[in-house]
Protein backbone atom coordinates (compact mmCIF):
# COMPACT_ATOMS: atom_id res chain seq x y z
CA UNK A 1 0.00 0.00 0.00
CA UNK A 2 1.35 3.55 -1.08
CA UNK A 3 1.79 5.72 1.87
CA UNK A 4 2.82 9.58 1.92
CA UNK A 5 3.26 11.51 5.02
CA UNK A 6 4.07 14.48 4.76
CA UNK A 7 5.29 16.76 7.75
CA UNK A 8 7.29 20.15 8.60
CA UNK A 9 4.34 22.46 8.54
CA UNK A 10 3.88 25.06 11.02
CA UNK A 11 2.82 29.10 12.02
CA UNK A 12 5.64 31.29 10.47
CA UNK A 13 5.64 35.08 10.10
CA UNK A 14 6.29 36.53 6.57
CA UNK A 15 9.81 36.40 5.55
CA UNK A 16 10.66 33.56 7.51
CA UNK A 17 11.25 29.51 5.92
CA UNK A 18 10.07 26.39 6.65
CA UNK A 19 10.60 23.03 5.10
CA UNK A 20 8.15 20.12 4.62
CA UNK A 21 9.04 16.21 4.56
CA UNK A 22 7.54 13.49 2.60
CA UNK A 23 8.26 10.10 4.18
CA UNK A 24 7.53 7.44 0.98
CA UNK A 25 6.70 3.67 1.46
CA UNK A 26 4.46 0.84 -0.47
CA UNK A 27 6.22 1.87 -3.46
CA UNK A 28 9.92 1.70 -5.53
CA UNK A 29 10.60 5.44 -4.43
CA UNK A 30 13.30 6.32 -6.99
CA UNK A 31 11.30 4.51 -9.84
CA UNK A 32 8.44 7.78 -9.66
CA UNK A 33 8.84 11.28 -10.11
CA UNK A 34 6.98 12.95 -7.05
CA UNK A 35 5.63 16.82 -6.53
CA UNK A 36 3.74 19.13 -4.25
CA UNK A 37 0.51 20.41 -4.54
CA UNK A 38 -1.27 23.14 -2.10
CA UNK A 39 -4.74 24.10 -1.46
CA UNK A 40 -5.51 27.70 -0.01
CA UNK A 41 -8.20 28.01 2.35
CA UNK A 42 -11.26 28.36 0.01
CA UNK A 43 -9.59 27.93 -3.31
CA UNK A 44 -8.66 25.26 -5.55
CA UNK A 45 -5.80 22.35 -5.90
CA UNK A 46 -2.65 24.56 -6.94
CA UNK A 47 0.05 22.77 -8.60
CA UNK A 48 3.42 23.69 -7.00
CA UNK A 49 6.66 21.72 -7.68
CA UNK A 50 7.76 18.54 -9.49
CA UNK A 51 11.13 16.80 -9.43
CA UNK A 52 12.31 13.44 -11.60
CA UNK A 53 12.73 10.43 -10.61
CA UNK A 54 16.55 10.74 -9.52
CA UNK A 55 16.35 13.98 -8.62
CA UNK A 56 18.27 16.10 -11.92
CA UNK A 57 15.11 17.71 -13.38
CA UNK A 58 13.02 19.92 -11.20
CA UNK A 59 9.89 22.03 -11.88
CA UNK A 60 8.33 24.97 -10.07
CA UNK A 61 5.21 26.98 -10.29
CA UNK A 62 5.85 31.21 -11.43
CA UNK A 63 4.19 31.79 -7.72
CA UNK A 64 7.13 29.95 -5.83
CA UNK A 65 10.12 30.07 -8.25
CA UNK A 66 13.03 31.14 -6.77
CA UNK A 67 11.64 31.22 -3.32
CA UNK A 68 10.95 27.36 -3.13
CA UNK A 69 13.59 24.16 -3.63
CA UNK A 70 12.26 20.80 -4.43
CA UNK A 71 14.78 18.10 -3.57
CA UNK A 72 14.60 14.33 -2.60
CA UNK A 73 16.77 11.72 -0.89
CA UNK A 74 16.15 8.29 -2.47
CA UNK A 75 18.21 6.27 0.13
CA UNK A 76 15.69 7.56 2.80
CA UNK A 77 12.43 7.56 0.48
CA UNK A 78 12.02 11.41 1.53
CA UNK A 79 10.92 14.35 -0.47
CA UNK A 80 11.51 17.75 0.10
CA UNK A 81 10.25 21.16 -0.01
CA UNK A 82 12.21 24.15 1.01
CA UNK A 83 10.44 27.21 1.60
CA UNK A 84 11.93 30.24 2.12
CA UNK A 85 10.98 34.32 2.21
CA UNK A 86 7.37 33.00 2.74
CA UNK A 87 4.67 34.83 1.99
CA UNK A 88 1.10 35.05 3.20
CA UNK A 89 -0.23 34.13 -0.05
CA UNK A 90 1.80 30.82 0.10
CA UNK A 91 -0.94 29.46 3.33
CA UNK A 92 -2.04 26.42 2.27
CA UNK A 93 -2.68 22.72 2.47
CA UNK A 94 0.80 21.22 1.26
CA UNK A 95 0.00 17.71 -0.28
CA UNK A 96 3.13 15.52 -1.33
CA UNK A 97 1.89 12.97 -4.18
CA UNK A 98 3.21 10.85 -6.83
CA UNK A 99 2.90 10.58 -10.21
CA UNK A 100 2.14 8.08 -12.01
CA UNK A 101 1.97 6.71 -15.72
CA UNK A 102 0.64 9.69 -17.76
CA UNK A 103 1.78 12.54 -15.46
CA UNK A 104 -0.91 11.92 -13.09
CA UNK A 105 -0.69 12.93 -9.31
CA UNK A 106 -2.42 8.63 -7.97
CA UNK A 107 -1.40 9.11 -4.30
CA UNK A 108 -1.61 11.57 -2.13
CA UNK A 109 -0.59 12.01 1.11
CA UNK A 110 -2.94 13.42 4.43
CA UNK A 111 -1.00 16.95 3.92
CA UNK A 112 0.40 19.24 6.29
CA UNK A 113 -0.93 22.69 7.11
CA UNK A 114 1.15 26.00 6.43
CA UNK A 115 0.24 29.59 8.08
CA UNK A 116 2.21 32.57 7.25
CA UNK A 117 1.24 35.44 9.29
CA UNK A 118 2.30 38.24 11.80
Known amino acids: EVQLVESGGGLVRPGGSLRLSCAAS????????MSWVRQAPGKGLEWVSA????????YYAESIKGRFTISRDNAKNTLYLQMNSLESEDTALYYC???????????WGQGTQVTVSS
Open 97 to 107: TKVGSGACFDS
Open 26 to 33: GFTFDDYA
Open 51 to 58: ISWNGNIT
